[in-house]
């Protein structure tokens, strides 16, 4: 991973705009990259548009598509119906698992209901789902690290309900009972703090000498990235702002992150109209990030409105490229090829 500073446009950028360097008044705005939208992401809130125009509204969508309130309503503009159970969507509807995943319970009861589904889960959510079923063929307790209630926990869960036991801190370890300490395997959640994660992993390690890794890290690349790209400006960051909905885990996260790593402080807010102009009071340098499920015209937003307050043009320090994506849902690409040849 490479370091890089680069100017952010933005409509209110001048010739003096973009500089990596305080101005005269001393202030500073730094904007983290990467931020916002990750492949899973995009993928999903794809996946709903695509759906509105292939089989047209209303289109359900079982829990919110991502964790971002603009996203969610936005879609519901277009003509998306967002709920909590499968049992409020007419029989044969066209309805939208979220990027979270869900558990097999829920695919045979749309199946019962003769629901025509499409899959959003984000393919490394998926990656998770099968490590816990590899792990429970060969009859291991699975530690799940992760935030009890998150859709998530529930799906992966869902995949080995008799297998698996939710460990949500470090502090949990002590409490945690397996049925045989040489066969214990540990997944997680892809949206925690990694260092956390890690503590938590490393206390189940002393406990259970032969605690078993899964294949590859679950943690997301995007959440990696975007917790490493925080901490390399918050040591010199007056204030942290991070763009993201409460329910968003890894937005949340990040402002533990950012306090964590030496910013004097952090918040979350929706919007830029969620910045208390108290939190500017002395506030020389600024640092912006947004969580991976937050549009970028919501951080547009947000630098608008610290020029607006006085604060120079952001400049953005980049820690590395994000190239990955990921097909869509193959139900909706066929569907969308048969719309295509039906033209």
Same mark, same amino acid.
């Given at each position: ?93 066209? +309805?939208?698992?979220? *990027? ?5 319970? &829920? =695919? %045979?009861?749309? @199946?019962?209901?003769? $629901? ?50 939710? +460990?949500?801190?470090? *502090? ?5 009972? &397996? =049925? %045989?300490?040489? @066969?214990?395997?540990? $997944? ?70 950012? $306090? ?84």
């Amino acid at each position: 991973m490479t370091s890089q500073t680069q100017p952010v446009s933005t409509p209110t950028d001048d010739a003096t705009g973009g500089t990596d360097q305080p101005t005269a008044s001393g202030k500073r705005v730094v904007v983290a990259a990467p931020r916002g939208y990750c492949a899973g992401v995009d993928r999903a809130v794809i996946t709903v548009e695509r759906a509105l125009e292939t089989y047209g509204a209303p289109i359900y969508v079982r829990k919110q598509i991502v964790h971002n309130k603009h996203v969610v309503e936005n879609l519901e503009q277009r003509g998306a119906i967002f709920v909590d159970e499968l049992s409020v969507v007419p029989e044969g509807a066209t +309805v939208v698992f979220s *990027a979270h995943g869900v558990s097999p319970a &829920v =695919r %045979d009861e749309a @199946k019962e209901r003769q $629901l025509h589904t499409v899959d959003a889960t984000c393919p490394l959510v998926t990656k998770v789902h099968h490590e816990a079923k590899r792990f429970a063929r060969e009859d291991l307790d699975i530690l799940l690290i992760g935030h009890a209630g998150h859709e998530e926990v529930e799906g992966t869960t869902g995949e080995a309900p008799d297998n698996v036991t939710l +460990v949500q801190s470090p *502090a949990d370890v002590a409490d945690v009972e &397996v =049925r %045989d300490p040489s @066969k214990v395997a540990w $997944l997680s959640q892809t949206t925690l703090s990694v260092d956390e994660t890690m503590q938590t992993v490393s206390k189940l390690r002393e406990k259970f000498p032969e605690l078993i890794n899964p294949p590859s890290d679950d943690i997301c690349y995007a959440t990696s990235n975007r917790q490493a790209a925080i901490k390399q400006i918050a040591g010199h960051s007056d204030l942290v702002i991070v763009v993201g909905s409460a329910n968003s885990s890894n937005s949340v996260r990040l402002v533990e992150v950012a $306090l964590e790593a030496g910013a004097k402080a952090a918040y979350r807010v929706d919007n830029a109209g969620e910045i208390a102009d108290e939190w500017l009071d002395g506030v020389e340098s600024v640092g912006v990030t947004s969580g991976a499920s937050v549009p970028d015209d919501l951080v547009t937003g947000v630098l608008e409105h610290l020029q607006s307050k006085g604060f120079p043009a952001a400049t953005e320090e980049r820690l590395t490229e994000e190239s990955l994506v990921f097909a869509l849902p193959p139900e909706l690409r066929r569907d969308l090829r048969k719309g295509a040849l039906n033209d």
